[in-house]
Structure formats: structure tokens, C-alpha cells
């Protein structure tokens, strides 16, 4: 699907604030309510827009430490990577769960209350997996630019 100005520009809007009405959305982008809502729902129904999301501040949740983790799998039988990947993102601690191509493997990003509940983290859930080959961790120190 082709993207105009006008598409981008909702988008925009959209992402900055996925609350907006539809009259202040069509305010926002310089046209009228209906062509808005045609556009928008086009945007809905050819998948640019797959869906909408509240952005939960984590430490509210009592989740004040993120940590970016490294996977290095030893293991090549699409079975254990299968059920590796399963058991991974169960893991309610597993916000973020991404398959490499290079090293490492996966990219995950965790978060757990502190620096205690990610060592209990790291011994009881991630060491001794099978397939795991390393874990490396990146404990963050400031979040400059997130998605969310």
C-alpha cells in the first residue's frame, strides 16, 4: 500500500497519541472528520495499523530494572530451539523476545524489580535451559529513545 502525506501524518499523530478522536485526529492532519475515519480505517484494514496499546510506565508495575540480554544457543535441531523460544516468552519477565541473524541468537529485554530479582531471574529461569550456549546481560543505565 502507497502512504501519502496525509497517511504519515495520521500515523504520526496516532503514535504520539493512539487516544485521539477521530475529530481532533482530523483537526491534527487538515481535513474532516469523515475522510479521516475513511482513511483511518483504510490504514486498520490493510494492516498498517495493527492494533492499539496502552504504554504501561513498568515501574508502576513495581518493574523498576530492565536488562538487555544476549543468547548464544548451542543447539541447531529445530525442537529445542522450538521449545526454547516457547519457554522464553512465558516468561512474564520477558517483555521483548527477537531472533538474530549473527550473534547472539535472541535479544531479549527483561524487567524485574531490581537487581535481586534478576539474579533469582538469571539462576531460576534462564541458566540451564537447554540449547543455551552463553547469556549476557546489559543492565540499563538511562533509556534515551524507546518505542514505547
Known amino acids: 500500500m502507497s502512504l501519502d502525506a496525509i497517511d504519515r501524518d495520521i500515523l504520526f499523530h496516532l503514535r504520539q497519541d493512539g487516544r485521539l478522536t477521530n475529530v481532533e485526529l482530523a483537526k491534527r492532519v487538515g481535513l474532516t472528520p469523515p475522510p479521516c475515519l475513511r482513511r483511518l480505517k483504510r490504514l486498520e484494514d490493510t494492516g498498517v495499523i495493527s492494533g492499539y496499546r496502552a504504554v504501561i510506565n513498568p515501574e508502576a508495575l513495581g ?3 530492565e536488562v538487555m540480554v544476549d543468547i548464544e544457543v548451542s543447539a541447531n535441531d529445530l525442537k529445542t530451539i522450538e521449545t526454547l523460544e516457547e ?24 524487567v524485574v524489580a531490581d537487581h535481586a530479582a534478576y539474579s533469582a531471574f538469571l539462576t531460576n529461569r534462564l541458566t540451564g535451559l537447554p540449547g543455551i ?10 533509556t534515551v529513545k524507546s518505542a514505547d
Open 63 to 65: 518493574h523498576g530494572l
Open 133 to 142: 550456549l552463553r547469556v549476557e546481560s546489559h543492565l540499563t543505565m538511562k
Open 87 to 110: 519457554t522464553l516468552t512465558s516468561y512474564e519477565e520477558v517483555i521483548e523476545l527477537r531472533r538474530m541473524f549473527g550473534r547472539p541468537d535472541y535479544f531479549l529485554r527483561v
